[in-house]
């Protein structure tokens, strides 16, 4: 059974620019999850979907972070502008609703916003 | 109220040794409690989790002990080994609106040296 992938794995941007990182969860998984681990802390929940459907986006900081889920498969989060503080490892996690609470977890996209 | 307290942060443990990491939570209505590990570069991965309903769990030389009252919950590593070094992140999960949410603690890098 494939992962989740996350690609590009790093990237290096000045602040005010853009970014996107795209995440494609393990087959059949309804459940998509991003994260933002600030170097030295746990995961922080950014936004959660169900199917195409976002369940949970009350930590996402909607005023330069968005993020989609099409037709229920992959995903893209992106950042505009991104600030200094941005810095940090974004991962995309998902999990087969069921019995199991268990999150996959791909390895991670490091952002550096210089 | 959604907090999770995890200590330590760094925890340096002779090989053979027993590694413990503790967690404290508030909110009574969380409903499971994982473990995650992650090494460098990698997503983090479910190593061992428990229901409040459950004092102890044991998986190989791994084992959650549940104390309820307390609102407390630690990891055990028996037999510590060098392969183990990675960073535990413990969590706390509730099903909110017929979805689950996670909160990861600070985690906690351990170091075990030969």
């Known amino acids: 059974e494939a992962g989740v992938a996350q690609s590009p794995r790093y990237k290096i941007i000045e602040k005010r620019q853009s970014v996107a990182f795209w995440c494609n969860p393990i087959?059949?998984?309804?459940?998509l999850y991003w994260y933002q681990q600030i170097l030295g802390q746990g995961p922080k929940l950014l936004i959660q979907?169900?199917?195409?459907?976002?369940?949970?986006d009350s930590q996402l900081p909607k005023d330069r972070f968005s993020a989609e889920r099409l037709k229920g498969v992959d995903s893209t989060l992106k950042i505009q502008p991104a600030k200094l503080e941005d810095s940090a490892v974004y991962l995309c996690?998902?999990?087969?609703?069921?019995?199991?609470?268990?999150?996959?977890f791909g390895p991670g996209t490091r952002l550096t916003v210089t | 109220q959604q907090q999770v307290k995890q200590s330590p942060q760094s925890l340096i443990v002779q090989k053979g040794g027993i590694s413990i990491i503790n967690c404290a939570y508030e909110?009574?209505?969380?409903?499971?409690f994982p473990w995650y590990q992650q090494f460098p570069g990698k997503g983090p991965a479910l190593l061992i989790a428990?229901?409040?309903?459950?004092s102890e769990k044991k998986e190989g030389r791994f084992t959650i002990s549940f104390n309820k009252s307390a609102k407390q919950f630690s990891l055990h590593i028996m037999d510590s080994q060098p392969g183990d070094s990675a960073t535990y992140f413990c969590?706390?999960?509730?099903?909110?609106?017929?979805?689950?949410?996670?909160?990861f603690g600070t985690g906690t890098k351990l170091q075990v040296i030969p």
């Open positions: 996690a998902s999990r087969y609703v069921g019995y199991s609470y268990e999150q996959y």
């Open positions: 087959s059949g998984h309804a459940t």
């Open positions: 979907f169900q199917n195409n459907g976002v369940v949970d």
């Open positions: 909110n009574t209505a969380f409903d499971y």
């Open positions: 428990i229901r409040p309903d459950v």
């Open positions: 969590a706390a999960s509730i099903e909110q609106g017929g979805y689950q949410k996670v909160t």
